[in-house]
Nanobody
Framework: QVQLVESGGGLVQAGGSLRLSCAASGITFSSNAIGWFRQAPGKQREWVASITTSSTTNYADSVKGRFTISRDNAKNTAYLRMDSLKPEDTAVYYC????????WGQGTQVTVSS
């Protein structure tokens, strides 16, 4: 019933920007916190950013000052704007909506070339 679809990933040069989107169906964003996570090959999935129901945001130190998480409750969509991308940002990026159960999307690949 609940589905999250990430989009916006791709190949970008170091220093470039991308905006990821997370479109939800079967669940209302307005009543749930949202998080972005990423997983690089051979590494554990790590938390990147989160936004609460009151739009309070938090970021991992590795992306603070470069990434911006936002939400549009009317569109039931969350975003992750990524600026000043670095090769170490290369990963599959996942959206998570926290409810009674944590819902995950399938991920979108972000590749940053040097």
């Amino acid at each position: 019933q609940v589905q999250l679809v990430e989009s916006g990933g791709g190949l970008v040069q170091a220093g470039g920007s991308l905006r990821l989107s997370c479109a939800a169906s079967g669940i209302t964003f307005s009543s749930n916190a949202i998080g972005w996570f990423r997983q690089a090959p051979g590494k554990q999935r790590e938390w990147v950013a989160s936004i609460t129901t009151s739009s309070t945001t938090n970021y991992a130190d590795s992306v603070k000052g470069r990434f911006t998480i936002s939400r549009d409750n009317a569109k039931n969509t969350a975003y992750l704007r990524m600026d000043s991308l670095k090769p170490e940002d290369t990963a599959v990026y996942y959206c998570k909506v926290s409810s009674h159960f944590d819902y995950w999307g399938q991920g979108t690949q972000v590749t940053v070339s040097s």
